[in-house]
């Protein structure tokens, strides 16, 4: 295997460092993406692992801290640039977006875009210098503190069908019961997210890993993370870069349309539907949280399934803002979602 260039460093093969990829200049100075480059002994593909773009979802910079400690760049085929921190200023403020008045300020939004705002060349330096040398990807988004993700995506409609379908294969290789239907050229997300600027620009096939989330205790988020190490290892396999067997689902949930059920108001998230009832079905007109005012204690607002579906993310009892995370309801009404059996 050459030896890896990033951002005017070079890695010799077989080795591991950190490099600081430059972003831009900001008042208290630098802003810069450090990315762990694990570089491998032996020929194979480079992979690009995105955590973090959205500043509040710390759980996955812990994935990768496994990961890393895990991997052996001895035996390692390809390489791995693992981005513990895509969106170092939002996580500054524990927040999703860059808080700085930016006309575009989701990095998950921003990819491609002209301006200079920091969102704009967070995710510029991601595409220039990771991005341009990768040859699959996988992003990370996991529930924020009170939230919990349970889904692995992949996108059904890039330009060229060749990447939409190595994109599946990695999807499934991942080997999480949940397998999501993303579609770029309609809907909320666009070409301009991680997985549709990475496909549409540059060709490369992703998935986005969404498994597990913040404020569940210890254990259960143990947990989580061996699922995630789980699936990055079959990926990885399924590319060549490991040995080993990669993990088959006998029986999935695939999921096209779903719905996102958030609350109206914000305040005191009380649930009724748990994490327990998770991959299971909810009836339409179910009441699943009710909302407290944390100062008047009355109930603000109910949320109710609005249609009858299958649950896969959940929330436990969390303070939210209107239209915060609560609950994703993958819809049973749309004729195409269905668990596929091997
Ligand atoms: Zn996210």
Known sequence: MPEIQLAGTR????????????????????VT????????????????????????????????????????????????LAVPVANPVAFL?????ILDN?????????????????????????ADHLMRQ????????VGGWGATMADVSYVTDF?????????????????????????IHSGLRGPRTSLGYAGEQFGIPGIVAEVGGLGWGVAREAEWIEQNLTGTVGVMRHLGMLDGEVPSLSRYLEVHDYWRVGPKAGGYLEPLVDLDRQLTEVAPGELMARIVDPQTFAVVDEVRC??????????????VRPGGWAYGVASLEDGRTRWVTA
Not at 11 to 30: E, I, K, R
Not at 38 to 62: C, I, K, Q
Not at 306 to 319: D, I, K, N, S, T
Request: charged share 15%.
């Open 159 to 183: 330009t060229r069908a060749d990447v939409s379908s190595q994109s599946r294969a990695m999807a499934l290789a991942y080997g999480f019961p949940v397998v999501h239907c993303l579609t």
């Open 11 to 30: 890695v010799q093969a077989g080795t591991h460092q950190v490099v600081h990829v430059p972003v831009a200049h900001d008042l208290t100075g630098p």
């Open 102 to 126: 930016a006309d575009e300020p989701d990095a998950n939004r921003t990819f491609g875009g002209p301006y200079q705002w920091l969102s704009n060349q967070v995710t510029r330096a991601i």
């Open 33 to 80: 993406i450090p990315t762990h480059v694990v570089a491998g002994a032996h020929d194979g593909p480079t992979l690009l692992l995105l955590s973090m773009l959205h500043g509040n979802e710390w759980f996955s910079a812990l994935i990768l801290r496994e990961l890393v400690a895990r991997l052996d760049p001895a035996t390692l085929r390809g390489a791995v």
């Open 306 to 319: 609005p249609g009858r579906g299958v649950l896969f993310y959940a929330c436990r009892a969390h303070m």
């Open 93 to 97: 403020t524990d927040s999703r977006c």
């Open 134 to 141: 990768s040859h699959a990807i996988i992003d990370y988004h």
